[in-house]
Structures are given as C-alpha cells and as structure tokens.
C-alpha cells in the first residue's frame, strides 16, 4: 500500500534554513505529481506547493513564493521542501501527499512539525 | 477568487443524515475532494471528484456539486464520523490548489 514518510522537522530560529524529506514507497513514485500541505496548530490546512511528476513543473503558495523550494529525486523515491527565510508563521505541521489527475490528494504522510519560535 | 467556504461547525444526532457544504468560484470549474481529519491524524480523503469514494470508505460518504457549491453528505451518521471535514479543489489558475477552512463536525 501507499506509504508516505516526512522527516526533517524541527525547531529553527527565525531567519534560518530547514530541508524536508517526504519517502515514498509502494507505488511508482516517478508517475505522481506530490504535494506539501502545512497546518498551523489548531488551524486549519494550507497548500503549500506542488511538483510534477517529472519535476519540470513547480507552483507555490503566495505565502511561500520566493523562499521555499519543492523538488524531487525519483531515484530515491523521494520528495523535498527546503524551506529559507523562515518565520514563526511557517509553524505548523508539515504533510507530503501523493496527487491523482492533479486534482486531488489521494494519500497522504503522518507529517512533521516545524517550529519556528517568534 | 481563490477562496472556498465552509461553515465552522455542524452537529448531527447519531443515525441522522448531514450536509456539509463548499462554495467557491473554483467549483464552477473543478469538483471538490472531501477530507476528513480526526484529532492528531492526517488527513484522509472521503469524496475524490464528483461523488467517488476511495476504496475503504463506507457507501454512507457521498458527494454532489452544482454551480459554485459543492456537498459532502453523510448518511447514518456515527460517533466515529465526528471529525474536522474539509473541501480542496484547483483555483480558477488550475496551478494553485486551495482547502476551505473546515468544519467541525459532531455527533451528538
């Protein structure tokens, strides 16, 4: 079955650098578009960014735009967020999510905590 | 506009059918994914396109759209059906995705 797995998180001061990683495993990881999905505690969810399946095609959040950068390698199975600049707005739980027909989320991670003290 | 809404909280009596409802401009353009997020959990999606369920979702979950609202509808509602419910679709740019802000559910 689909199994995706975040890694990364962490407390970060304001300013600093934090990479993600989100492995996926029991599907062809190479032919999904994937997502990063945040939510700030007791908030609601808020798309992040997406990836195609290739990685020629990247789109962002205004929220994000200019210092967060999704990538993958697919021949590790796995998906990246390397998040700059970050503030204590940026705190929230971070989920990766498998697309399907780049519509919808059809999977999801258990997701990893950023915490960026203010 | 890039923006859906949702009502904050709905309840329900246990066994009884509820609506949860999503209105944006996206949905004139695209169906609405339904997901349902328990306390501590993931989310996980109920309701994929028109009125889909994803293999393990009870037949109870079901979906409708019409002009710039869509439904997710639960019949026979249980105390295991008490969770945070939210609508996603693309925005109109069709490269940006966008969640209403949720809706509280419970089972009373």
């Known amino acids: 079955q689909v199994q995706l797995v975040e890694s990364g998180g962490g407390v970060v001061q304001p300013g600093r650098s934090l990479r993600l990683s989100c492995a996926g495993s029991?599907?062809?990881?190479?032919?999904?578009?994937m997502h990063w999905v945040r939510q700030a505690p007791g908030k609601g969810l808020e798309w992040v960014a997406v990836?195609?399946?290739?990685?020629?095609?990247?789109y962002y959040a205004d929220s994000v735009k200019g210092r967060f950068t999704i990538s993958r390698d697919n021949s590790k199975d796995t998906l990246y967020l390397q998040m700059n600049s970050l503030r204590p707005e940026d705190t929230a739980v971070y989920y990766c999510?498998?697309?399907?027909?780049?519509?919808?989320?059809?999977?999801w991670g258990q997701g990893t905590l950023v915490t960026v003290p203010s | 506009s890039s923006e859906l809404t949702q009502d904050p909280a709905v309840s329900v009596a246990l066994g009884q059918t509820v609506k949860i409802a999503c209105q944006g401009d996206?949905?004139?353009?695209?169906?609405p994914s339904w997901y349902q997020q328990k306390p501590g959990q993931a989310p996980i999606l109920v309701i994929n396109?028109?009125?889909n369920r994803p293999s393990g979702i009870p037949d109870r979950f079901s979906g409708s759209s019409s002009g710039n609202t869509g439904s997710l509808t639960i019949t026979a509602v249980q105390a295991d059906d008490e969770a945070d419910y939210y609508c996603?679709?693309?925005?109109?740019?069709?490269?940006?995705?966008?969640f209403g802000g949720g809706t509280r559910l419970t089972v009373l």
């Open positions: 029991g599907y062809i990881f190479s032919s999904y578009a």
């Open positions: 996603s679709t693309r925005d109109t740019s069709g490269n940006h995705w966008v």
């Open positions: 990836i195609s399946y290739d990685g020629g095609n990247k």
């Open positions: 396109g028109k009125t």
């Open positions: 999510a498998k697309d399907r027909g780049w519509l919808l989320l059809e999977n």
């Open positions: 996206s949905l004139r353009s695209y169906y």
